[in-house]
Nanobody, 121 residues
Framework: QVQLVESGGGLVQPGGSLRLSCAPS????????MGWYRQAPGKQRELVAS???????NYADSVKGRFTISRDIAKNTVYLQMNSLKPEDTAVYYC???????????????WGQGTQVTVSS
């Protein structure tokens, strides 16, 4: 069974930085797009950033210039480098990946368990 395992959340002061990581465990055939979403209390889950297999990236306007998404194809890992963090970045961050279990199946969406990011002084 494929699971996405996240790490790197925590408490940071405004202006600080954090780096999130996510990689799948289990057996699979391939990974297409990977990305990060976040959900703050009382709000809907929103896309933060995504990256395709060939490296095409997409960012929410609120994080452009501050966050950078990248991936290591060989390690099947996606990263989110978050700089100049603001209190409004506080949320649970979820990793997402479109994973094909084998050659004969279509990619399905997989989600991580979520990691808390809190920006506060």
């Amino acid at each position: 069974q494929v699971q996405l395992v996240e790490s790197g959340g925590g408490l940071v002061q405004p202006g600080g930085s954090l780096r999130l990581s996510c990689a799948p465990s289990g057996r699979f055939f391939s990974i297409n797009d990977m990305g990060w979403y976040r959900q703050a209390p009382g709000k809907q889950r929103e896309l933060v950033a995504s990256i395709s297999r060939i490296g095409t990236t997409n960012y929410a306007d609120s994080v452009k210039g501050r966050f950078t998404i990248s991936r290591d194809i060989a390690k099947n890992t996606v990263y989110l480098q978050m700089n100049s963090l603001k209190p409004e970045d506080t949320a649970v961050y979820y990793c997402n990946a479109q994973i094909r279990r084998d050659l004969h199946t279509r990619p399905n969406d997989y989600w991580g368990q979520g990691t808390q990011v809190t920006v506060s002084s």
